[in-house]
């Protein structure tokens, strides 16, 4: 039986640093002394805006609803808090700012941020060196969270959309197409189907997809079952993944399970295993 799925697959909802930074950008590229001030503005504005939208997003299929819009209206005036507190909690993973990479970040930020301050509040002038350094510390900021935050997003938006339209599989020939093509409908995303990795200097091992987020790159394995419990699959997946890391010297990875029949419980939701290395998400298929 043919796999059944609306003629239009809908664009994954990611976002890009390209885009969210494109007008601060734009503003530096005018070599105008006068438009580095905005440049500066743009670019924070860009990091908090995007903070905003996946942080709270996270935070709705982790929290109660009620509590996440008090914290919204809590933090509306501390970007620090939800950068350094409610960020953790969205993707997590603690966010150790005493090590590298982190220290350095939060170093920029902390920098970038006094810049903004002053650009605001006092009137400062901005030279081309201070606005290139604001602009380079979001687009670090924005690739760590990328790397984070919006897989984990992506998956939870993948399984809505499947499970929501009820697309029937059958094989698992049938899932690889769908997440390519859903991906592939944003910028944020490419990917290739049926990669193969070198292994040592003569052999070979193949991944189901490879996705770029911007200049992420996130191994994804597919899984197929119709009678192993999901528990068992979900392990077996994970060393799979595991493996495949190891060979191709890629970090991050994503396991998506199509599962037919009932999904068990503790397994509704996107799970982190290997110190958040491996996102594994089980859709009802």
Do not use: C
């Amino acid at each position: 039986m043919a796999s059944s799925r609306p003629k239009k697959t809908p664009t994954a909802d990611l976002h890009t640093p390209e885009e969210l930074l494109d007008n601060a950008e734009t503003l530096f590229a005018s070599d105008n002394p006068k438009m580095m001030r905005a440049a500066v503005l743009e670019a924070i504005t860009a990091l908090e805006s995007y903070v905003h939208a996946t942080v709270f997003s996270a935070l709705n299929s982790k929290l109660d609803p009620l509590l996440v819009e008090w914290l919204e209206k809590k933090t509306r005036m501390e970007f620090d808090m939800r950068l350094k507190i409610l960020t953790p909690i969205a993707t997590g993973r603690p966010m150790d700012i005493q090590s590298r990479p982190l220290k350095d970040y939060w170093d920029d930020y902390t920098k970038a941020r006094e810049l903004r301050h002053n650009v605001v509040h006092r009137g400062k002038k901005v030279s081309p060196k201070d606005a290139r350094f604001v602009i380079d510390t979001v687009y670090k900021w924005l690739a760590y969270l990328g790397s984070t935050i919006e897989i984990e997003l992506a998956l939870i938006a993948l399984k809505r959309y499947i499970e929501g339209a009820k697309i029937s599989f059958e094989r698992e020939a049938d899932v690889i197409p769908v997440i390519l093509e859903y991906f592939g409908r944003t910028k944020a995303a490419s990917g290739s189907a049926q990669v193969t990795l070198p292994v040592g200097s003569h052999g070979q091992a193949r991944a189901d997809l490879v996705l770029r987020f911007g200049s992420h790159t996130v191994l994804i394995e597919t899984k197929f079952s119709r009678s192993r419990s999901t528990k068992s699959i979900v392990e077996s997946a994970v060393q799979q993944a595991s493996r495949l890391m190891d060979v191709s010297g890629l970090t991050q990875s994503a396991v998506v399970i199509f599962q037919k029949g009932s999904i068990e419980p503790g397994f509704e939701n996107v799970q982190k295993y290997l110190d958040g290395k491996v996102y594994v998400v089980v859709i009802k298929a």
